[in-house]
């Protein structure tokens, strides 16, 4: 799921506004039903107004004990996933920062050491957002972020980012130098971009930053942050289950994606530095540049 996956709104629809985000999530949400866990989302959501910008001003939130047991359970049996099936730039930069198992860390805390390393930093979001103010953000090193947690009935999966997706899955990654460039190439490219480029971005930063694969000593290894912080879409790789095709960004830009369901296929990278050069030799192609 992607963070702008929880925000994003197809361009063909309106931008709902905030105080709507709990009956959007009503329609396929494990937690619908749960008048208290809706309520705690609703409190969590809130507290992003007091965000000034600055990192000092992320909100800090008394995480409860049952949410740090689902943070908890949830790692555990990712930490045995990610060790066969993430990639070994994944695995070094969460020792980099240190990423606690046992209890959930707070995003100013996060968002203070990837600063530290990469001058990437997170913002708490209260309610929705369009791709393209998401992806813009991404230009200036600067991720849109949740903070509540997915309900407990269902901690294997989530359809909607939640902070095991955004502190597990995505900041990480943020400490390491070239997927902070790649992600604010992406960003970058947004700032100026047509409808139909627009669509190419949101394509390319799903099959990429979100479910990327990487091939490493001749095995599909994890670097999006969809698979890293999701028990059954990372179990994927694990199982044959998924279709990982060569990276082909012609195809890439005309597939279509789901984010509330497992993904059917997947895209599978050399190297960040090639996907990086295939990037920008894209965007200067004519497939890109008259869309
Ligand atoms: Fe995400």
């Known amino acids: 799921m992607g963070d702008f996956l929880f925000l994003y709104i197809s ?62 359970r949830v790692n555990a049996e990712l930490e045995s996933l990610h060790h066969t099936l993430a990639c070994q730039e994944y695995l ?36 929705l957002v369009d791709s393209r103010s998401f992806l813009g953000h991404l230009a200036d090193g600067k991720m849109f972020c949740t903070q509540y947690i997915r309900h407990p009935s269902k901690p294997e999966f989530t359809p909607e980012p939640d902070v095991i ?10 400490a390491s130098d070239i997927i902070v460039e790649i992600t604010k190439l992406i960003g970058k490219k947004s700032l100026s971009a047509t409808d139909r480029q627009l669509q190419m971005l949101e394509r390319i930063y799903w099959f990429t930053l979100e479910y990327g694969v990487i091939e490493e000593n001749g095995k ?13 879409e990372i179990s994927k790789l694990q199982t044959g289950k998924a279709l990982v095709e060569p990276f082909d960004i012609k195809k ?40």
């Open 11 to 72: 361009m063909n629809q309106s931008i709902p506004d905030p105080k709507e985000i709990l009956a959007i999530l009503d329609l396929d949400h494990p937690g619908a039903h749960d008048k208290a866990y809706r309520k705690r989302r609703e409190m969590i959501a809130g507290l992003a107004k007091e965000f000034r910008g600055n990192i000092d001003t992320i909100p800090k939130l008394v995480y409860l004990d049952q949410e740090h047991t689902v943070w908890y």
């Open 165 to 174: 997706h955004e502190f597990v899955g995505h900041v990480p990654m943020f």
């Open 252 to 291: 890439i830009v005309e597939t279509d994606f789901n984010y509330s369901f497992l993904q059917p296929r997947y895209f599978s990278i050399q190297s960040f530095r090639e996907l990086y050069q295939e990037l920008e030799r894209f965007f200067v192609s004519d497939t890109y540049q008259l869309a």
């Open 220 to 232: 599909h290894k994890a670097y999006g942050a969809g698979f890293l912080g999701g028990i059954e």
């Open 92 to 127: 070094d930069m969460r020792e980099k920062i240190h990423l606690p198992l046992d209890h959930i860390p707070q995003m100013q805390d996060l968002s203070k050491r990837i600063f530290e390393i990469t001058q990437f930093s997170l913002m708490p979001i209260e309610g």
